[in-house]
């Protein structure tokens, strides 16, 4: 059995990542972090939401923390849970680049596995393998993601993460434009305009649409409930111990997603 400690446990995610621990015969949730509902049971379990990561940690001797809380809280996490023995799997997003280089150095300097994925639902991640694949057929790409109100960051760790890769195989010539209100060309991530839509009743979504003369072709994947990551998180945590180092993105740890 891998022991788990979900931190940011009374948070949509992290609701979501301990139902599903406690649903996998492979795994046991010995521990649940959160700054807020402390004291609450949960999902109908007896393990109580504690509001220190340290006392959880020292008390269970968990083999994996799954981290879905706030960008500023990561880094502090990793260290507290490394010290301790652990391997981490990240879905916080919101990561900028000097937050990515701490967790490397953190894997580095304690020998523990450390996984970061902007995306776990497995549809989204074989779609930016697809988008990274195909993108040098085409002139232009543009990405619209759209997610839930309450998403902290923009754009998503996803579209910057698809911008990324598509923009190995592409490099779109500049148009002649003017952008009469700021913003309406989008963020350029890479040089690929990227479009953030916020609004309630969406959960996470993103298309992505490539041009070519006489033709555009759309990719697109839609997470319709949190549930949708789970696989992916659950993967994640029964690949870590093996997957040494720190690692960026769930297509490495995904049978065949080379494409
Ligand atoms: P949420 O606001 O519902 O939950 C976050 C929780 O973290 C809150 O309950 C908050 O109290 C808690 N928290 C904050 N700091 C903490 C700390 N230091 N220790 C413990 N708990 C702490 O947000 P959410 O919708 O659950 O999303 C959480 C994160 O996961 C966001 O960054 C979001 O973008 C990301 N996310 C990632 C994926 C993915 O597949 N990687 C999918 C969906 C959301």
């Known amino acids: 059995m891998i022991k788990v400690v979900a931190s940011g446990a009374a948070g949509k995610m992290g609701m979501a990542v301990c139902r599903a621990v406690l649903e996998d015969d492979d795994l046991e949730l010995v521990g649940a972090v959160d700054k807020v509902n402390t004291g609450e049971n949960v999902s109908g379990s007896s393990i109580k939401i504690d509001d220190s990561l340290e006392r959880v940690m020292d008390e269970t001797h968990a083999d994996v923390l799954v981290d879905f809380t706030i960008a500023d809280s990561v880094i502090e996490n990793a260290e507290i849970a490394t010290k301790r023995g652990a391997h981490i799997v990240i879905g916080t997003t919101g990561l900028a680049s000097d937050k990515l280089d701490a967790l490397k150095g953190i894997s580095e300097s304690s020998q523990k596995n450390i996984l970061y994925a902007p995306n776990f639902a497995i549809g989204a991640v074989l779609l930016m393998k697809v988008c990274e694949s195909i993108a040098g057929y085409f002139d232009r790409a543009e990405i619209i993601e759209k997610h839930h109100d309450q998403k902290a960051d923009a754009p998503s760790g996803t579209s ?43 959960v996470a979504h993103q298309e992505v649409i490539f041009g070519l003369q006489g033709q555009t072709l759309t990719i697109r994947h839609d997470s319709i409930d949190r549930v949708s990551f789970m696989p992916g998180v659950v993967m994640a945590v029964k690949a870590i111990g093996k997957k040494t180092g720190f690692t960026m993105g769930l297509d490495k740890i995904m049978p065949g997603a080379g494409i």
């Open 160 to 202: 910057i993460m698809t911008a990324n890769l598509i923009s190995k195989n592409l490099t779109p010539q500049p148009l002649q434009e003017i952008e009469k209100f700021k913003g309406a060309r989008g963020a350029k991530v890479d040089d690929i305009p990227v479009h953030s839509v916020r609004l309630p009743g969406l």
